[in-house]
């Protein structure tokens, strides 16, 4: 079993930031870099969807919802991707789950793969 450890998250205003930070230490590099690492989120009463996701590579998937406002990193030495988030909207409150996935992200559903325990994102003023 994949051990996935989140940080980040939390309370902001709207059109304040946040960063999320997920890594998988315990997995070797090599095999680490077969893998998509990203986040996925889900509101209250909706089903989970892309926000972002990036391959080894570093080519990045978005949801169209954060597209121009969120923006993800990857840092595969440290087995790791970063998720900042700007100018957000009371909208994105979810819990957000950080995922690895061997698979592209599907078209509007969710991949197969290893995640997280999910982080909460409250946006309120």
């Known amino acids: 079993q994949v051990q996935l450890e989140e940080s980040g998250g939390g309370l902001a205003q709207p059109g304040g930031s946040l960063r999320l930070s997920c890594k998988a230490p315990r997995l070797i590099l090599s095999v680490f870099n077969t893998y998509y690492m990203g986040w996925y989120r889900q509101a209250p009463g909706k089903e989970r969807e892309l926000v972002a996701t990036?391959?080894?590579?570093?080519?990045?998937n978005y949801g169209d919802s954060v597209k121009g406002r969120f923006t993800i990193s990857r840092d595969n030495s440290r087995k790791a991707v970063s998720l900042q988030m700007n100018s957000l909207k009371p909208e994105d409150t979810a819990v957000y789950y950080c995922?690895?996935?061997?698979?592209?992200?599907?078209?509007?559903?969710?991949?197969?793969?290893?995640w997280g325990q999910g982080t909460q994102v409250t946006v309120s003023s």
């Open positions: 995922t690895l996935h061997r698979e592209p992200p599907p078209p509007g559903g969710i991949p197969q793969g290893y």
């Open positions: 990036m391959n080894y590579l570093r080519s990045a």
